[in-house]
T-cell receptor
Framework: GDSVTQMEGPVTLSEEACLTI???????????LFWYVQYPGEGLQLLLKATKADDKGSNKGFEATYRKETTSFHLEKGSVQVSDSAVYFC???????????FGPGTSLSVIP | NAGVTQTPKFRILKIGQSMTLQCTQDMNHNYMYWYRQDPGMGLKLIYY???????DKGEVPNGYNVSRSTTEDFPLRLELAAPSQTSVYFCASSWEREYEQFFGPGTRLTVL
């Protein structure tokens, strides 16, 4: 069945370090791909999305490129800030059932 | 716009009790969802709805019921609460299935 594998956390980085959170998925067809972020004590909110191969989603300095050949959607940021501390969820859309599959989440802590 | 609102924020139930978690959205979204998030885990879909009067099961529907009598409201009913239902519950909505999901702030439920 459809599934998503995310880099295990927690991840701890110093401010201004580079970030990559890996995400790979298995799905029938070509799903839309999402990254959601959950700040402490809050619900999830959309960070970025891509709807077709080679699309690049970007927001708040984060980027992710839809790689059809490797079924991946890795999240990257060149210089993280303390305010980026949160849990990040990779979420491909399960097109056959109108549902998004959320990965297990990767917890990121950025220290000054 | 208030977005997606959930009540209550916190609740403690005794085993065997019942309760309804309320969810309301004011964005005129067609799709609504209920998820549960267990500690350190991703989100699991409980039920979803593609419009008023239409509901369907997600991955973990046992022990729960939903209804969707209006576009705005999507209450989740727990009958005969069990300790395994201790979790954080999130309601979400979206315009269409491949659009961004908007999440409520969550309800933290403990069953003792």
């Amino acid at each position: 069945g459809d599934s998503v594998t995310q880099m295990e956390g927690p991840v701890t980085l110093s401010e201004e370090a580079c970030l990559t959170i890996n995400c790979t998925y298995t799905a029938t067809g070509y799903p839309s791909l999402f990254w959601y972020v959950q700040y402490p004590g809050e619900g999830l909110q959309l960070l970025l999305k891509a709807t077709k191969a080679d699309d690049k989603g970007s927001n708040k300095g984060f980027e992710a490129t839809y790689r059809k050949e490797t079924t991946s959607f890795h999240l990257e940021k060149g210089s993280v800030q303390v305010s980026d501390s949160a849990v990040y969820f990779c979420a491909p859309m399960k097109t056959s059932y109108d549902k998004v599959i959320f990965g297990p989440g990767t917890s990121l802590s950025v220290i000054p | 716009n208030a977005g997606v609102t959930q009540t209550p924020k916190f609740r403690i139930l005794k085993i065997g009790q019942s309760m309804t978690l309320q969810c309301t959205q004011d964005m005129n979204h067609n799709y609504m969802y209920w998820y549960r998030q267990d500690p350190g885990m991703g989100l699991k879909l409980i039920y979803y709805s593609v419009g008023a009067g239409i509901t369907d099961k997600g991955e973990v529907p046992n022990g729960y019921n939903v209804s969707r009598s209006t576009t705005e409201d999507f209450p989740l009913r727990l009958e005969l609460a069990a300790p395994s239902q201790t979790s954080v519950y999130f309601c979400a909505s979206s315009w269409e299935r491949e659009y961004e999901q908007f999440f409520g702030p969550g309800t933290r439920l403990t069953v003792l």
